[in-house]
């Protein structure tokens, strides 16, 4: 039996307890290392040591008495519980238990009853942790660790003799002085093992969960010291500033970027490092692809490093946002237009109105919002109108058009519409934009002009315009038709003496008499002045009894005219003089059919007042003449003998601005001839093309030479085209080719079209005027107001100039007709923004007046006639001079 102290050797058998439990702690805290990504083979791999510690402890156990041993296996088992979990504790217990079985001794299944219980108070200390009730601390643990200790040595005292219990104080102080501490030793140290585990386990998340939002974050990550020296630098895709690699790492922002720049970035860092909060900074940079826009925001970081203080900054590319949130300023502010807009859905549902629509329609946001713009249908436009609408919308993704639609009071109004499909990155329309412009005014301005251009503003007759269209539909009549030129006699007298009005109010009763005592299919027009044009219509193709029956009406309305005047209560007399002619010849234009009868009325005045007179045409020498002439202006192209002259153009200071390119004829014989000799035959023959061409060539290659000069700087030369040349399938390409051989530049040359040409084939004209109009050609109207029905469709031609007819300028300033027309013009050209120039001023009462109301650049004989090419360039040099 051994001795009732505690002998050497029984410390040495503690001391190599300890060691095992030391050893077994190590194993297992590495084992807690290796298998903690692998929870399967943690079970098996902790169950073992756990178990095989046991085992160890068991075969060097404290023999106390024989079949009693004591060891640490206990503390190794409830440390299995504690850490290892149920499954783990099971398979070290049998493993212990099996041991201790195939030992034997009288202490055996008592020893197997301790190992259970020691697994089972670790499994409940455990349950007790997991709970939140107890922690893996010193203050909970000792008490647990004394019980399952002292436990131990009470139930091996238990299996003693009486002789042997009298050991028990022996050994159950130095037993509790050793086992505690190492059970409680090899608790710390798995439980260290675990802890830094968990600590790495977090941060490998951490840190994974900081690579993917930095791969994920379109931006540029880099960490910098004070100095502006890279110490890091991150990005998810290639960056525009510079290579991201580790040939950055170490670099200063100075070896980078210019000077001005990387002073920048050093001033940010260095302000980011005085802030609590991020700093932020906007700035431009010259990247690979261009100048960009970019946005950094820098944090200070906490810890310095490398004993540098250091800033994390966040850059990106902003260029494509700020470009965006500038396009949605400047949309916003176009929403807010003079014209009203209109947003919808794919659906055309109303989405979103502005305040211009409002007042265009009266209906406010709230009152259409969610409805279609079938709200606002006149029922004017059947479905095949709309159909095609659609169709246009969808096929070419806009249409425009004038539409009639109803306000909320009811009222049908025009409007030009404008609308486009919106569509996505996938090429689905996902909204309709809508532009509306209320051209209620506009229409009555146009039909305004209309009416002063065609009707007399006096009388409301109509006026040489209308008669000439008149006379070209009666010239190829298979009825006859004749002409009675009206002159009252002594009319300036009455106006002299009574005054403008009473002498409108003469003209005003005269055309009322005339216009009653005619048929309805006859005419009656004013030219101006007291002179006043019949156009019978109807007559008998017989010449003698057409010519009877227009002598009778004649003679019929004299009487009529010479009736008294009222005015007031005086009567007014004024008789009438008649030139009279037959509209025989379909070849004569309106104009000259007019001038034979004038000059008829002459010839009866030349016999005394209130007489008739027939002209007496001579055809068959005009009809020689037009001959002779077309062979005449052949010969003349062929010998070159037709050149441009340059009639310039001024603005209200007497400024040179620009000039006209006239045509004149070097004939050998007749002299320099002026357009009005040969232009019309020329025309008629077909022949206006190559005059055309010849001009426009010659016009270019002088431009190209002016332009050369400082003094034509911003000289504009315009060149007339023809109908018959604008509508030739060549013409882009032959006008482009002159541009292109006589090296003249496309934005020195203004185009000027007459009116009346676009009526011919309004959207082919706008199609080519838009094509030159690309490559930088400017176009004017000419002879403006001459025409009418081009009028509605000026929003729709590229122009850049209005011209002023002659004829308008020439009767100012005494015609308050052609003044009204020509207001209505210049108000008409500054509402589409387009210049105004006023041709034929002649005095300067005309430019002043033309001045006073809006029109600020002329053409005339007052200013200058058309002169050759050195003539033009010398007075320009003479007026820079003076």
Sequence with gaps: MPGRHFSISMLATVIQQAIILLAMGWALSLNVRKGWHNPRLMILTSGFWFGLATTVCMIQPLTVAPGVLLDARNGVMFVAGLFAGPLSGAL?????????????????????????????????????????????????????????H???????????????????????????AVMVPLTLMLTHILRDAEQRQWEQAALKESESRLRAITGALPDLMFVMD????????????????????????????????????????????????????????????ETFEGRRIFESQAQAMDAPLDHRRAVVVLTRDITQRVRNETELRIAAVAFESFEGMLVTDAQNRILRVNRAFTDITGYTA???????????????????????????????????????????????????????????????VSHYVASITDITQRKKDAERINHLAFYDGVTGLPNRRSLNERIRQHQDDRHGAGLVFIDLDNFKDINDLWGLAVG???LLQAAQRLNKSLREQDMVARLGGDEFVVLLTGLPRDRNRAAALLEQTGHRLLALLEQPYVHENHMLRCSASMGVVLLENSELAPDELVQQAELAMYDAKRGGKGKLRFFDPRMQEVVAQRLRLEEDILRGLEAEEFRAHFQPQFDFQGHMIGAEALVRWYHPERGVLAPGAFIAVADEAGLMNRIDRMVLTQSCR??????RLPAFRDFTLSVNI?????????????????FEQTGVSPTAIKLEITESMLLDDMPTAIARMQTLKAHGVRFAIDDFGTGYSSLLYLQQLPLDQLKIDQSFVRALPADENSLSIIQAIVAMAHSLKLEVIAEGVETEAQRQLLHQHGCHHYQGYLLSRPEPAEVVEAMLAERLCS
């Design 504 to 506: 409108d109010q003469l």
């Design 366 to 428: 709230d009152e259409v919002m969610g409805y279609t713009p079938a709200l606002f249908s006149s029922g004017q436009h059947g479905p095949e109108f709309y159909r095609q609408m659609w169709q246009c919308i969808n096929e070419q993704g806009h249409w425009q058009g004038e539409i009639c639609n109803k306000r909320k009071s009811g009222q049908v109004y025009p409007q030009w519409l404008s609308i486009s499909a919106v569509r996505d990155e996938q090429g689905t």
């Design 226 to 285: 004070e100095d502006g020296r890279y110490l890091e630098v991150m990005a998810s895709q290639p960056s525009l500033l510079y290579p991201v690699d580790d040939s950055v790492i170490g670099k200063r922002v100075d070896e980078l970027f210019k000077a001005e720049q990387a002073e920048m970035f050093v001033n940010f860092i260095r302000e980011t490092l005085t802030r609590t909060h991020p700093h932020r900074l906007v700035y431009e940079l």
């Design 722 to 738: 023809s109908a018959a040349r604008l509508y030739q399938a060549e013409f882009i390409e032959d006008v482009l080719a002159i």
């Design 702 to 707: 002088q431009m190209a030479a002016w332009a």
């Design 92 to 148: 070290a217990a049998l493993m212990a238990g099996g041991f201790r079985l195939w030992i034997g001794g009288d202490g055996a299944i008592t020893g197997l009853i301790n190992l259970w219980l020691a697994l089972l108070l670790g499994l409940g200390f455990r349950h007790c942790v997991t709970q939140g009730w107890l922690q893996i601390r010193i203050r909970h643990l000792l008490p647990v660790v004394l019980l399952l």
């Design 150 to 176: 002292a436990g131990t040595l009470v139930v091996v005292t238990l299996l003693m003799g009486p002789e042997s219990r009298l050991l028990l104080p022996v050994h159950l102080w130095p037993f509790l």
